[in-house]
């Protein structure tokens, strides 16, 4: 269910998809991220442990979405974002200081970012649905997961958060630049 195996077609087309291979690529990596941010936090401490395993949980499906993201930049031979090591520290930084702020704050994070990254991937599916549909199915279906990662912080408290229209509003609109950055980058 990755998609074809050929590398983006020359031209503007081609470069679309290198763009959105690209950009889904880095947001999987920062998304992975947050959650090691977020289980450096919570890990350790034994009345987190369910906070702990549901963020597990959570990341393992991210996870997953790199590793297939990882095979699709190879198979067509997309070069990965250059700000990696950024979205690395970023990532973890966000995810860390979110879980220090407390369990409905880590929530609120991972609500904020799931909502940006979700409507993306429904764009990216209705974009690609005519000339890659194979892509297309992969991106809805890793859309699904990421509806289902915020819905459960929605039912952890995710709105309950100190400051939640604040940091809520603030991690979308990074998460919005970062999506602009990677495209090219």
């Known amino acids: 269910m990755t998609g074809d195996a050929r590398p983006p077609k ?110 993306h991937y429904a764009e990216q599916a209705e974009e690609l649905a005519a000339d890659e549909p194979a892509l297309a199915e992969t991106v809805a279906k890793f859309r699904e997961d990421e509806l289902e990662h915020k819905h459960e912080a929605e039912a952890s408290g995710a709105q309950e958060a100190p400051g939640y229209q604040l940091m809520s509003a603030l991690i979308r609109a990074g998460c919005r630049a970062a999506i602009k950055v990677a495209e090219k980058v």
């Open 10 to 119: 020359p031209g503007p087309r081609g470069n679309r998809i290198a763009e959105m291979l690209r950009v889904d690529h880095a947001g999987e990596y920062g998304a992975v991220a947050i959650y090691r941010g977020q289980q450096a936090v919570f890990s350790g401490l034994a009345h987190k442990a369910e906070t702990a395993d549901k963020i597990a949980e959570m990341a393992a499906g991210e996870d997953e979405h790199l590793r297939t993201f990882d095979k699709l930049l190879a198979e067509r031979k997309v070069r990965p974002t250059l700000l990696a090591p950024f979205w690395n520290a970023a990532g973890f930084g966000l995810g860390a200081a979110t879980a220090l702020m407390g369990e409905k704050a880590a929530m609120a994070c991972t609500a904020a970012v799931e909502d940006v990254i979700e409507k």
